[in-house]
C-alpha cells in the first residue's frame, strides 16, 4: 500500500504565499514524476507543475515565476512553494506521483487526499 499525505492548504490574502507538501509512505522503490494538480468546481483538473527524479520542472504558464515546485527523493517527498498569490489560484491541489513498488513491477498513479487553497482579495 502506497498513501500520499498533503499538507500547507489553507486561507491567505492575495499577494501572500503558501506552501504545499505531500509526503508518500508506504512500499516504494522509486518514484519518477511528481505533479500537483488543482481544480475548481465545474472545471477540469489541472496540471499545475511537475518535476521528474532528474529535476527537471514545467510549470502552468499561468504560474511561472510565482510557484516552485521540488522534491526530496531521500524522504518521498514534494513541495509546491506559491508566492504572490492570486484570487484565481483559488481551488483543490492535488498531488500526484507514479511509482514503483518493487524493480520489476510498472508504475502506478497515486493521488493525494487534495488540500484546500483559498486566496482572498
Known amino acids: 500500500q502506497v498513501q500520499l499525505v498533503e499538507s500547507g492548504g489553507g486561507l491567505v490574502q492575495a499577494g501572500g504565499s503558501l506552501r504545499l507538501s505531500c509526503a508518500a509512505s508506504?512500499?516504494?522503490?522509486?518514484?519518477?514524476?511528481m505533479g500537483w494538480y488543482r481544480q475548481v468546481p465545474g472545471k477540469q483538473r489541472e496540471l499545475v507543475a511537475s518535476?521528474?527524479?532528474?529535476?527537471?520542472?514545467n510549470y502552468l504558464d499561468s504560474v511561472k515565476g510565482r510557484f516552485t515546485i521540488s522534491r526530496d527523493n531521500a524522504k518521498n517527498t514534494m513541495y509546491l512553494q506559491m508566492n504572490s498569490l492570486k484570487p484565481e489560484d483559488t481551488a483543490v491541489y492535488y498531488c500526484?506521483?507514479?511509482?514503483?513498488?518493487?524493480?520489476?513491477?510498472?508504475?502506478?498513479?497515486?493521488w493525494g487526499q487534495g488540500t484546500q487553497v483559498t486566496v482572498s482579495s
Open positions: 508506504g512500499s516504494i522503490f522509486s518514484i519518477s514524476t
Open positions: 500526484n506521483m507514479k511509482i514503483r513498488r518493487l524493480p520489476v513491477l510498472g508504475e502506478f498513479e497515486s
Open positions: 518535476i521528474i527524479s532528474e529535476g527537471s520542472t
